[in-house]
Every structure is written in structure tokens, then in C-alpha cells.
């Protein structure tokens, strides 16, 4: 298995540019999230699903879109980026939800100048 | 109040030493928690799952103290390796803690 997977590694963008951090996962696991990560904040939660067709809201939704059309992907949309949305991105699976424990991708650094 | 709450540190110990982080939590029905270990520029992976009152693996125990609402992981003879940021869930959200810095000092 390879477990949660992440593209890119890193990327850079310009202010007002959209692109899309892909996540997937073949471990067959219902819910997935996505966090986004910055120096002495921990790991706050943008988006989360708990299964094909259902997403929601976390802590910090402003500024991204997420659909799950699939088990096994979750993208995390930025629609139009700026500099606050610097920051090191990761998506988690789980199963059985948030009782148990979450499998991480390696992250994605995003900078946007 | 944080779904969870967590001392930043940072926690500097010497190699050997025993050392303590607690997590305290809001919501009173959480039944599962979690301990993740993230080291510098890596993705959080799972330390140790508590389902009931504690949990331990060789050198790490995690203690729930309901009645308080925190959950606690004791490190004992610190290694330099042990050296990473711990981060807790509770196990009725996707939330996290912001993290406990530990450094062990040879």
C-alpha cells in the first residue's frame, strides 16, 4: 500500500492564482481531511469528509474548496491564493472516523508571494 | 476554550531524564485520544491510541485523567531521538493541539 499520497511536494504561486493539492489514499478509508500547518499554530483542520459525496467545514475553510467524488481522492482547491495561505498542507485518512486514528500524507509547501 | 490544549514548551531535557506533557481536553464525552510524533518538517505519525484509562509501549505511557479532563505522555529515559513535537487528538473531532516541543540535550 502506499498509504496517503500528496502532489506536489512543493509549489509556489503568484497572489490571485488557483491551483489544486491533490490527496489520495488506498487504504479504503472513509474519512479524509485536510490541515494546514504554520509555525507555532499545530494542525488546523480546513475541510473534511466522511465519504464520497460529503464534506464539511473545519476551523479554517475560508478561501478553499474540497469535493470527494471518490473514496480515494480528496482534493483541496484554492481558488484564488494570497500570502496568508503560505503555509505546509496535509491531508489524513481514517477509518471509521475521528474515533480512530488518522494516516498522514507527506504534506505540501506552498508559498505564495 | 480549544477543543484541545496543549504547552508549546519548548521542553529541553537531558539524555535519560523522565519527562511529562499533558493535553487537556473540553468536550467531556470524548472516549478515544491520540499522541502523534511529528518530526521537522514531516508529517505527524501515530504514537499511541488510549481507548480506556492508558495505554503504554516500552518507554512511553499515555494516562487519561477523566475527572480532569487531560491526557498525559510520560517519556522515560530520553533518548536523542525523542527529540520532535508531540501532538494530541481527542477522538470526537479532527481537531489537534497545537503541539508540545521536546529537545533532548546529550
Known sequence: ?113 | RKEVEQDPGPFNVPEGATVAFNCTYSNSASQSFFWYRQDCRKEPKLLMSVYSSGNEDGRFTAQLNRASQYISLLIRDSKLSDSATYLCRTGNQFYFGTGTSLTVIP
Open chain 1, 1 to 113: 500500500n502506499a498509504g496517503v499520497t500528496q502532489t506536489p511536494k512543493f509549489q509556489v504561486l503568484k497572489t490571485g492564482q488557483s491551483m489544486t493539492l491533490q490527496c489520495a489514499q488506498d487504504m479504503n478509508h472513509e474519512y479524509m481531511s485536510w490541515y494546514r500547518q504554520d509555525p507555532g499554530m499545530g494542525l488546523r483542520l480546513i475541510h473534511y469528509s466522511v465519504g464520497a459525496g460529503i464534506t464539511d467545514q473545519g476551523e479554517v475553510p475560508n478561501g478553499y474548496n474540497v469535493s470527494r467524488s471518490t473514496t480515494e481522492d480528496f482534493p483541496l482547491r484554492l481558488l484564488s491564493a494570497a500570502p496568508s495561505q503560505t503555509s505546509v498542507y496535509f491531508c489524513a485518512s481514517s477509518y471509521q472516523g475521528n474515533s480512530r486514528e488518522q494516516y498522514f500524507g507527506p504534506g505540501t509547501r506552498l508559498t505564495v508571494t
